[in-house]
């Protein structure tokens, strides 16, 4: 990773991530751990310029969108703040689908999904995340 990926995964750190796990912890109502494996998100040739957009929609708005609609009342709060303590974000198996890049056990999700692969697929990595914690609860 060069001084450019080095510079733009600073900045998302500093600037969106924070915004984002804010938003997260106000949702679910108590403080997730996150654990983000940032030098596997930042994959050579791909333009940094794009991290904040990407990163975001490939890891953030799915995981928001799912945990409003469970936290849409007190029994899913109850539940996700029972089971959920741990989010895993990561760029490891090559993972395109969010059919294959959730998984969820012992309190722990881990999302491991290309940061730059089928990034506007928003709706289907939401729809898949919500039901697989819905399941799991």
């Known amino acids: 990773m060069g ?8 900045a998302f750190q500093d600037g969106s991530y ?3 796990t804010d938003e997260i912890n106000a949702i679910t109502g108590y403080t997730l751990e996150f654990e983000v494996n940032w030098d596997s998100l930042a994959e050579e040739g791909y333009s940094t310029e794009y991290y904040d957009e990407y990163f975001t929609k490939v890891y953030f708005t799915p995981l928001i969108t799912a945990l409003k609609e469970i936290t849409a009342d007190d029994m899913g709060k109850e539940a ?3 089971a959920l303590k741990k989010v895993i974000i ?3 198996a090559g993972n395109v689908y969010g059919s294959t890049a959730y998984k ?3 309190g722990v999700l881990t999302i491991d999904h290309r940061s730059f692969a089928n990034v506007d697929n928003v709706t289907e990595r939401s729809t898949e995340l919500g039901e697989l914690l819905m399941k799991n609860l």
């Open 3 to 10: 001084l450019l990926e080095k510079r733009a995964l600073k």
């Open 18 to 20: 924070i915004k984002l």
């Open 80 to 82: 996700l703040k029972e």
């Open 90 to 92: 990561k760029n490891e």
């Open 104 to 106: 969820f056990g012992d």
